[in-house]
């Protein structure tokens, strides 16, 4: 009796999951069920290895890990739970930490009051100082510098940078308009009013301008003070750099709550000040010609876009001091392409992604472009089932020898996260799962020594 057999063969380059047709119609370069593979330049490779090296610091989730530099050239690796801010040790070592008794984070400072709900904080390293918040009624900074539990206290002869906050001896906030050198002691004779400016007539001299009283602080501070007469902070849901101001969106305020369709900023260059009472420079927009809320943004150089959940807004700078933004809507449709999770867009250079209601979009200066392919109806079927909010990251490498450039759409399942990861290079998809985790912050690439 003869037997009979076939052979199929497979050639690249392979084109990743494909769930828009029956599978026995699928061409032979697309596969239905690929889990835990990648795609690079279309031939398909073992996913390099994801080792947990580094535990948290405490009991509650990480909102974010980041590193920056700050102004004495130190980097620092730091992370914010709900307990606070803490800093990895100089001396972490791969493996060493291994022990369960060992804790690679030292506590810069503990919040002092609320600082917001458990989601992903948004995070903006700016003139070498942090910048945070997460939801709470506060913005938090932290120098690199300070952790002595409140703003450090004028000094005699001492350089200061433009935007540095002081408290002067009446408790209040001082915020230096410039760079300069302190005058020779004694200390100036401070202004009390709100607003009021005060020269300090050193090497270099610098104008101080009063901002009210501190907001708490434990080792860093809290320095958005929206109306330093009445004592209100704010801090927002997210935070982007533009034209060298910091924007807070989708604000959240002690004293009227949340503003999803508030835009706050700075003056240029002086981040710690944002009351138009103060300084001119500061200011805000609501955005209420609009029926939606501010659900993400991105920067593509001097652009910014404001991801709503039906419409984007496209913001540009007028260079006019009082007035600096120029507020665009691409569409201002009661239903449009918009962002739909708060904390599944992200961005890389020129490029931003977001999740949309009816397909997965790039956006950059040149345009938007559907991506989710002959994957979309999977990935959203994910999306659906989610047991929790779908946080997304673009990793553009996993370490030197594995440049992929990857959009990451982590959504938390039953048992664990699925993971589909969108090759930027291939325009493809391939799913994971990993089992028992979860993701509580935007995956960012760190310094560590």
């Given at each position: 009796m003869s037997k009979n057999y076939f052979e199929l063969k497979y050639r690249g380059p392979y084109k990743g999951v494909n769930t828009s047709l029956p599978e026995d119609l699928l061409t032979p370069e697309y596969s239905p069920y690929m889990v835990n593979f990648i795609l690079k330049n279309g031939e398909i490779r073992t996913r390099p290895n994801q080792s947990i090296f580094l535990r948290g610091p405490d009991s509650t989730p990480i909102l974010f890990v980041t590193s920056f530099f700050d102004s004495n050239n130190v980097w620092?690796?730091?992370?914010?739970?709900?307990?606070?801010?803490?800093?990895?040790?100089?001396?972490?070592?791969?493996?060493?930490?291994?022990?369960?008794?060992?804790?690679?984070?030292?506590?810069?400072?503990?919040?002092?009051v609320?600082?917001?709900?458990?989601?992903?904080?948004?995070?903006?390293?700016?003139?070498?100082?942090?910048?945070?918040?997460?939801?709470?009624?506060?913005?938090?900074?932290?120098?690199?510098?300070?952790?002595?539990?409140?703003?450090?206290?004028?000094?005699?002869?001492?350089?200061?940078k433009k935007g540095e906050v002081i408290q002067d001896s009446a408790g209040n906030l001082q915020v230096a308009g410039n760079s300069g050198i302190s005058k020779v002691a004694p200390h100036p004779v401070w202004s009390a009013v709100i607003g009021g400016q005060t020269i300090d007539s050193g090497t270099t001299p610098i104008t101080w301008t009063e901002n009210g009283k501190p907001a708490p602080a434990n080792g860093f501070g809290a320095i958005a003070v929206v109306d330093a007469t009445n004592g209100v902070t704010a801090g927002a849901n997210f935070l982007i750099e533009l034209n060298s101001q910091l924007l807070m969106l989708s604000t959240v305020e002690s004293s009227g709550g949340a503003f999803p369709q508030r835009i706050r900023w700075s003056p240029s260059g002086i981040p710690t000040i944002w009351?138009?009472?103060?300084?001119?420079?500061?200011?805000?927009?609501?955005?209420?010609?609009?029926?939606?809320?501010?659900?993400?943004?991105?920067?593509?150089?001097?652009?910014?876009?404001?991801?709503?959940?039906?419409?984007?807004?496209?913001?540009?700078?007028?260079?006019?001091?009082?007035n600096p933004f120029n507020f665009n809507h691409l569409w201002a449709s009661e239903r449009g392409i918009g962002n739909i999770y708060p904390y599944g867009y992200a961005s890389y250079g020129p490029l931003g992604i977001f999740i949309s209601s009816d397909d997965i979009y790039n956006v950059s200066l040149g345009g938007f472009k559907r991506i989710g392919g002959v994957a979309r109806d999977a990935i959203y079927n994910d999306l659906y089932a989610n047991i929790g909010l779908p946080i997304a990251s673009i990793v553009p490498y996993y370490q030197l020898n594995y440049v992929y450039n990857h959009y990451k759409l982590c959504i938390p399942q039953k048992n664990g996260v699925k993971i589909w990861n969108y090759s930027i290079e291939d325009d493809s998809w391939q799913p994971e799962f990993k089992s028992n985790t979860i993701y509580t912050g935007k995956t960012r690439y760190c310094y560590t020594y």
């Open positions: 620092h690796t730091c992370c914010v739970t709900g307990v606070g801010l803490y800093q990895l040790n100089r001396n972490w070592r791969v493996g060493i930490q291994r022990s369960r008794n060992y804790n690679p984070w030292s506590l810069i400072g503990a919040f002092t609320q600082p917001g709900p458990s989601n992903p904080a948004a995070v903006q390293v700016f003139v070498n100082k942090l910048f945070w918040t997460n939801g709470g009624t506060n913005l938090w900074m932290w120098d690199g510098i300070t952790s002595i539990g409140a703003p450090s206290i004028w000094k005699a002869s001492t350089a200061y009351d138009p009472n103060v300084n001119i420079g500061a200011g805000f927009n609501d955005e209420l010609d609009v029926p939606d809320g501010i659900l993400g943004a991105i920067t593509v150089g001097t652009t910014a876009f404001i991801l709503r959940s039906n419409g984007i807004t496209e913001v540009t700078s007028t260079g006019i001091g009082i």
